[in-house]
């Protein structure tokens, strides 16, 4: 190993000494400086070198803390607002063009060439306006293996000349080649993996990212790229396992992408929230004009169900990058969730208007719909998923709570049935599980036990290695009688995913909690859910936009069973005051009849009668067969 590295320093001597440094004056650039990355022209011949050495030089530019640089998807908004194709090359001439759209100042354009057995190098920074220049660097590399290093040097040479101290370049200069990936092949499909991501989506970048790790299995940067992917998938488990193999590369990022493998790593691998934020937070510190630091802290405080904090950050980081779909995303996500509903359309009206085009938009969309009473505004959004891949399913599953909430088990049965089939058709498995553990759970808190218990089992059949579709089974197992089973799954559970804030402080609990319930033990369950505060209004399984508040739902049958009719009133009533985090969630339609339950504890008939007939008039043409239905008719027949 140690001759290696011996090898390995002599060659960057030697690379190093083929670079030409220009005698001239630095030009230090202020903090109000944008800098647009354009294209680094091929003129070998050689395909491997388009788009990839300018994926690399944003890498190695990307490591100063004190340049604020245009991203990729800055870029893609602005050659769509000039009505150019996303591919298009960001060349010398056009590159004017896009600063003016996008608010630029300098833009770093380069070419790489073939030169006797080796290659030749060259950076330009120019003015955007004036086309004067600002700095230049150049250099060779003595084969193709060099270049991608050679590259880096010329990157850090030009931080120099744009005026960085000295200090910051020493800690924040990774070689190039470590910071992406000695493999020009490797760093090739990452770059068209990236592009894939911000033309297409998720769907169409998984291939290529893996194509990437393929031919460098130690490329940071396209493990963690693949995880972030599989998590906008809900592949969970698969996301999970990609930034942990990236975490575990150190040696082989920058600063700046540590600090966000880290954050993925604490939040999609061992999902402790508090080390996840306080890193996103670090990150904020060292970076705080990087938009996904911002962006992605917004997201992490949906799982704790803080939505305004979540709206804070999506805000900043849409100011930051006005272009990135997943901001607007997460802002209209936080104010559906605050049911500051106008400003959620205004804010995808203004991703729309961008040309920017999401399926988690678009199931945004359908929620206000809901909410809104706006059934036309529901169909046209189905409409719009039909034969999407990642989205249909998605739909298909909103479309299946919409009829479940208004008691059309049968349909929505039938529509959770579809959801999955079409998440497995498109390889998309820990989602089909979750949609058939969705369903699952609907069916047992209906009371409908076989059906329930059959869902369960199906989970574990599609995913059993999903920690949220497991989670689902678990508790669907407990609430429907199998409490011994259950009992042994959870702690299995447990012991796998012991930094895990969701499971350990609202999952355990909520389902020791119903086990409690079954056992006719409510004071038990009420301790237990005591914990569960905190992340009451979260987003517990998978990235889901919005939650069922299932805790909230247990707390009030809980209270019920204890005979406290106050309490389990107010616990029900949350559910009706969060009708943006609810959604159109089984829990919502629900609380109704539970306030008519805790009425009537209370001696409250009057009121009673009437939360009764408003859970009926909201069921008026349910299914007659529906379990809780015939009980709650029941009930309301012998209230006088």
């Known amino acids: ?52 050495l300018q994926e690399a030089l944003a890498i190695s530019l990307a490591q100063s803390p004190s340049l604020n640089l245009l991203s990729a998807e800055k870029v893609a908004e602005g050659l769509r607002s000039l009505g150019r194709p996303l591919e298009t090359a960001v060349t010398r001439e056009l ?41 230049h660097s150049s250099g060779d590399a003595a084969g193709k293996g060099e270049v991608l290093h050679a590259l880096g040097i010329a990157a850090t040479d030009l931080r120099a000349k744009f005026g960085e101290d000295p200090t910051s370049l020493q800690k924040f200069d990774l070689p190039l080649d470590r910071a992406a ?58 996301a999970a396992d990609h930034i942990r193999q990236a975490f575990e590369l150190a040696d082989r990022q920058t600063v700046r992408d540590r600090l966000h493998i880290t954050t993925l790593y604490y939040d999609l691998a061992t999902g ?27 997201s992490e405080y949906f799982l704790i169900g803080d939505y305004d904090q979540a709206a804070t950050f999506a805000q900043q980081a849409l100011r930051l990058d006005p272009g990135s779909a997943a901001w607007y995303e997460n802002l209209a996500t936080a104010y559906i969730a605050l049911q500051r509903l106008e400003e959620a359309q205004d804010i995808l009206n203004q991703a729309f208007s961008r040309k920017l085009e999401d399926p988690s938009m678009h199931a945004d969309l359908y929620a206000l719909a809901f909410l809104r009473g706006e059934p036309a505004g529901m169909e046209r959004e189905v409409a719009w998923a039909s034969g999407k891949a990642g ?97 042994t799954m959870l702690d299995d559970l447990a012991a796998a995913n012991v930094s895990n804030s969701v499971v350990q402080s609202a999952w355990l609990p909520t389902i020791r909690a119903q086990a409690e319930m079954f056992g006719q033990k409510p004071a038990q369950a009420l301790e237990l859910l005591d914990v569960v505060r905190p992340y009451e209004r979260g987003q517990l399984v998978g990235n889901l936009s919005y939650s069922c508040m299932i805790p909230v739902y247990l707390r009030a049958e809980a209270y019920l069973g204890a ?11 949350k559910l009706l005051d969060s009708r943006g985090v609810v959604g159109n969630c089984w829990s919502g339609a629900l609380a109704h009849l539970g306030q008519a339950r805790a009425q009537v504890l209370s001696g409250s008939t009057r009121a009673a009668r009437a939360s009764y007939q408003e859970f009926f008039a909201l069921w008026k043409d349910a299914d007659s067969d529906i379990p809780i239905l015939k009980s709650a008719r029941a009930e309301f027949a012998k209230l006088k």
């Open 1 to 52: 190993m140690r001759a290696k590295l011996a090898i390995a320093g002599l060659l960057l001597v030697f690379v190093a000494a083929g670079f030409f440094w220009y005698s001239q004056r630095s030009t230090r650039l202020s903090g109000t400086d944008i800098i647009l990355i354009a294209n680094v022209s091929n003129a070998t011949g050689d395909p491997v070198f388009d788009g990839s």
């Open 95 to 135: 590159a004017p063009q896009l600063c003016q759209r996008l608010g630029a100042t300098v833009f770093v354009t380069g070419s790489i060439s073939k030169d006797g057995g080796g290659y030749a190098l060259r950076l330009d920074a120019m003015r955007c306006s004036g086309d004067d220049a600002v700095a």
């Open 181 to 238: 990936s000695s493999s020009l092949d490797a760093l090739k499909a990452f770059s068209d993996g990236r592009r894939l991501a911000r033309e297409k989506g998720a769907m169409d970048a998984v291939p290529a990212l893996k194509k990437a790790i393929e031919a460098d299995s130690r490329f940071a940067l396209a493990h963690s790229n693949l995880a972030v992917a599989y998590y906008n998938l809900n592949q969970n488990a698969l």
């Open 272 to 298: 402790d929230v508090q080390k996840a934020i306080a890193s996103y937070k670090e990150w904020v510190r060292l970076y705080p004009r990087d938009d996904i630091a911002k962006g992605n802290l917004s």
């Open 391 to 487: 989205g249909e399913d998605n739909m298909l599953a909103l479309q299946a709570d919409t009829e479940a909430y208004a008691g059309h088990v049968r349909k929505a049965r039938e529509l959770s049935r579809r959801a999955v089939e079409v998440a497995q058709n498109s390889q998309l498995i820990e989602p089909a599980a979750i949609w058939e553990g969705i369903g699952a759970l609907r069916e047992a808190v209906y009371g409908n036990v076989e059906e329930a218990r059959k869902g369960a089992e199906k989970v574990l059949e599609i995913s059993p290695n999903s920690r949220d579709a497991q989670i689902l089974a678990i508790f669907v197992l407990t609430r429907v009688g199998e409490v011994r089973r259950a009992k």
């Open 563 to 573: 005979k406290r009719g106050p309490q389990a009133f107010a616990e029900f009533q």
